[in-house]
């Protein structure tokens, strides 16, 4: 709060000094409290306990007031236990889930390798055998059927390539899932 100091001489008005902000502890000499976050049982004791002291005497509390705040208190303490209850479940449902994501990132990670492992054991053994793929049909092309001895495996961008050369010469790239049978 701001002032200033007015004087009047002969009808005008001057301005002398202003004063600066003012608090009420320069004032006063008091302090406001601290606000608190929530109402715990202590401050409400003692919010009780200074009603009760400074009631009229001959106008005393009425009794079902006085239970009714008591019933209010235990109803902010169950909330509050709650609240921490909750916030402690909410946490260990999360530490939970971080966990899970974390194990099955990890397994799935283990099984695409043993796959990657599998796949390359397994096209590398069909060299030198008769295998029969099933070349799916295309817009100019028929789904077809064809045997031949694998000769070669690739690894491309789109998986395991088997090299299959038929009875007639006819060179076919096949996917190794396409492969149906080893003979």
Same mark, same amino acid.
């Given at each position: 709060?701001?002032? #200033?100091?007015?004087?009047?001489?002969?009808?005008?008005? !001057?301005?002398?000094?202003?004063?600066?902000?003012?608090?009420?502890? =320069?004032?006063?000499?008091?302090?406001? +409290?601290?606000?608190?976050?929530?109402? /715990?049982?202590? $401050?409400?004791?003692?919010?009780?306990? !200074?009603?009760?002291?400074?009631?009229?005497?001959?106008?005393?509390?009425?009794?079902?007031?006085?239970? #009714?705040?008591? +019933?209010?208190? &235990?109803? @902010?303490?169950?909330?509050?236990?709650?609240?921490?209850?909750? #916030?402690?479940?909410?946490?260990?449902?999360? /530490?939970?889930?971080?966990?899970? !994501?974390? &194990?099955?990132?990890?397994?799935?990670?283990?099984?695409?390798?043993?796959?990657?492992?599998?796949?390359?054991?397994? #096209? +590398?053994?069909?060299? &030198?055998? =008769?295998?029969?793929?099933?070349?799916?049909?295309?817009?100019?092309?028929?789904?077809? @059927?064809?045997?031949?001895?694998? $000769?070669?495996?690739?690894?491309? %961008?789109? &998986?395991?390539? @088997?090299?299959?050369?038929?009875?007639?010469?006819?060179?076919?790239?096949?996917?190794?899932?396409?492969?149906? %049978?080893?003979?």
């Amino acid at each position: 709060m701001r002032a #200033a100091l007015i004087l009047r001489s002969k009808g005008k008005a !001057t301005i002398m000094d202003t004063v600066g902000n003012v608090s009420s502890s =320069q004032y006063w000499g008091t302090t406001s +409290a601290e606000p608190k976050q929530q109402l /715990d049982m202590a $401050t409400f004791l003692n919010l009780l306990v !200074t009603q009760l002291s400074n009631q009229n005497p001959l106008e005393p509390m009425n009794d079902s007031e006085f239970y #009714a705040q008591i +019933a209010q208190l &235990g109803q @902010v303490q169950g909330i509050n236990k709650i609240n921490e209850t909750l #916030a402690t479940q909410s946490q260990a449902i999360t /530490d939970l889930k971080t966990a899970l !994501t974390d &194990g099955v990132e990890q397994q799935l990670s283990g099984l695409g390798a043993i796959y990657n492992n599998l796949s390359v054991s397994q #096209a +590398a053994s069909m060299i &030198g055998k =008769q295998v029969t793929a099933t070349i799916p049909a295309t817009d100019s092309t028929p789904q077809q @059927v064809i045997t031949g001895t694998a $000769t070669r495996v690739n690894i491309t %961008s789109e &998986g395991y390539v @088997v090299r299959i050369e038929g009875a007639d010469g006819a060179i076919n790239d096949v996917k190794l899932s396409t492969i149906s %049978s080893i003979g």
